[in-house]
């Protein structure tokens, strides 16, 4: 093997006509081989007690307690869809190679818990809005509560074209921001509660 340019173990580097160029085309060829799931009520039975230990081990304590318990406690027949194809809740995680790289839980369109968890080695290989994306698919809409220093989450929820609508003091005391899409607002007019006077 010959090094092209070598000052760091990412460097550019032939054999045999093979070119890798380190950790960033490795994610991009686990990215192609990534595999999108929605659970059904039988597969969280089964898989429940080993992606709640996903969670723990791979959130870095940015879960809030109310979403963790809210999917301890899911329902499992919240996961079926109705007549309109919509369910309560939705569970979608990623598998790569048979191994769990992300996982995403929302009940109630978000308002009744909401989280993301993508596994460290799997960040920024579009593991993140895939999950996101396929959540909204099954509930039709989304609302998620962030941390205002939680960069990552924010930069995500508005690369999908979600809208900040609201700020609020989070559990930990930290400002969150509400990001939602495809919720319908009433709009404020006289007699509404949410009119201003002039």
Same mark, same amino acid.
């Given at each position: 093997?010959?090094?092209?340019?070598?000052?760091?173990?990412?460097?550019?580097?032939?054999?045999?006509?093979?070119?890798?160029?380190?950790?960033?085309?490795?994610?991009?060829?686990?990215?192609?081989?990534?595999?999108?799931?929605?659970?059904?009520?039988?597969?969280?039975?089964?898989?429940?007690?080993?992606?709640?230990?996903?969670?723990?081990?791979?959130?870095?304590?940015?879960?809030?307690?109310?979403?963790?318990?809210?999917?301890?406690?899911?329902d499992p027949s919240w996961l079926m869809a109705d007549e309109g194809g919509y369910s309560k809740a939705a569970i979608v995680i990623t598998k790569t190679g048979g191994r769990i790289?992300? /996982? $995403?839980?929302? %009940?109630?369109?978000?308002?009744? @818990?909401?989280?993301?968890?993508?596994?460290?080695?799997?960040? =920024?290989?579009?593991?993140?809005?895939?999950?996101?994306?396929?959540?909204?698919?099954?509930?039709?809409?989304?609302?998620?509560?962030?941390?205002?220093?939680?960069?990552?989450?924010?930069?995500?929820?508005?690369? /999908? $074209?979600?809208? %900040?609508?609201?700020?609020?003091? @989070?559990?930990?005391?930290?400002?969150?921001?509400?990001?939602? =899409?495809?919720?319908?607002?009433?709009?404020?007019?006289?007699?509404?509660?949410?009119?201003?006077?002039?």
């Amino acid at each position: 093997m010959s090094l092209i340019s070598g000052k760091n173990r990412w460097s550019a580097y032939s054999s045999t006509g093979l070119i890798w160029q380190g950790r960033k085309n490795r994610l991009k060829r686990e990215a192609r081989n990534v595999e999108l799931l929605l659970l059904t009520p039988e597969m969280w039975i089964k898989e429940k007690r080993r992606l709640l230990g996903f969670i723990i081990r791979f959130g870095e304590k940015r879960i809030t307690v109310a979403s963790l318990h809210a999917l301890r406690s899911l329902d499992p027949s919240w996961l079926m869809a109705d007549e309109g194809g919509y369910s309560k809740a939705a569970i979608v995680i990623t598998k790569t190679g048979g191994r769990i790289t992300g /996982l $995403g839980f929302a %009940a109630d369109g978000g308002d009744g @818990g909401c989280l993301i968890v993508v596994h460290p080695g799997s960040r =920024r290989t579009g593991a993140g809005s895939a999950i996101m994306q396929r959540m909204m698919q099954a509930l039709g809409r989304l609302a998620c509560h962030v941390a205002a220093d939680n960069i990552p989450s924010m930069a995500l929820c508005f690369s /999908l $074209g979600m809208k %900040a609508v609201s700020i609020h003091k @989070g559990p930990t005391g930290k400002s969150t921001l509400r990001f939602e =899409r495809g919720i319908q607002h009433d709009t404020a007019r006289p007699g509404h509660i949410d009119a201003i006077s002039q």
